[in-house]
């Protein structure tokens, strides 16, 4: 069975600073996705960066990077240059998205 | 296009009564399913399904029931909802390993 552990149920950080969030995955499969996805509170789900776990170069997109670290089963999301439109819950995924983790509360301050 | 869609957006049930979720996705996938997302807990997975006629049990299955009649649609059932089915409930399709999520259902049973 796979599972998704984010250890860090809150974060916060000062706009236009840097933030990591972390995520620590457990899995079976040999090839597989890993997923962050953004909920803002109007509830949708939107899909922030994927990583093909066979690729061993880390996802970037914008000012969202991952660093894919296969062998530690580690998947973290880095946010540069932080905005207040990036507060949100954020979601680690694992697989077709079949596990979540439970979550971490993002804070941006002002 | 509409994406991922469901229906309705909001209900309020009593205890013992039945509903029917109806989730639309006009995106050919062939994956579907349904999460429910409780307070701290994230996304669980309640069923899912990988094609047309097929349905499979996810983390969280009991008290629901799923059918995929047509490609396009994913029905998840409560059969005699418990206050214990309060939540939100989300549904998604899904191709190449990324998910589209529909905007939610808020449930709530009294």
């Known amino acids: 069975a796979q599972t998704v552990t984010q250890s860090q149920p809150e974060m916060s950080v000062q706009e236009a600073e840097t933030v990591t969030l972390s995520c620590t995955y457990d899995t079976s499969e040999s090839d597989y996705y890993l997923f962050w996805y953004k909920q803002p509170p109007s509830r949708q789900m939107i899909l922030v960066i994927r990583q093909e776990a066979y690729k061993q170069q880390n996802a970037t997109e914008n000012r969202f990077s991952v660093n894919f670290q296969k062998a530690a089963k580690s998947f973290s999301l880095k946010i540069s240059d932080s905005q207040l439109g990036d507060a949100a819950m954020y979601f680690c995924a694992c697989a077709d998205g079949l596990t979540f983790g439970k979550g971490t509360h993002l804070i941006i301050q002002p | 296009n509409a994406g991922v869609t469901q229906t309705p957006k909001f209900r309020v049930l009593k205890t013992g009564q039945s509903m029917t979720l109806l989730c639309a996705q006009d995106m050919n996938h062939e994956y579907m399913y349904w999460y429910r997302q409780d307070p701290g807990m994230g996304l669980r997975l309640i069923h899912y399904?990988?094609?047309?006629?097929?349905?499979a049990k996810g983390e969280v299955p009991d008290g629901y029931n799923v059918s995929r009649l047509k490609k396009q649609n994913f029905l998840l059932g409560l059969e005699s909802a418990a206050p214990s089915q309060t939540s939100v409930y989300f549904c998604?399709?899904?191709?190449?390993?990324?998910?589209?999520f529909g905007p939610g259902t808020r449930l709530t049973v009294t």
């Open positions: 399904s990988v094609g047309e006629g097929t349905t």
């Open positions: 998604a399709s899904s191709a190449w390993g990324e998910q589209y």
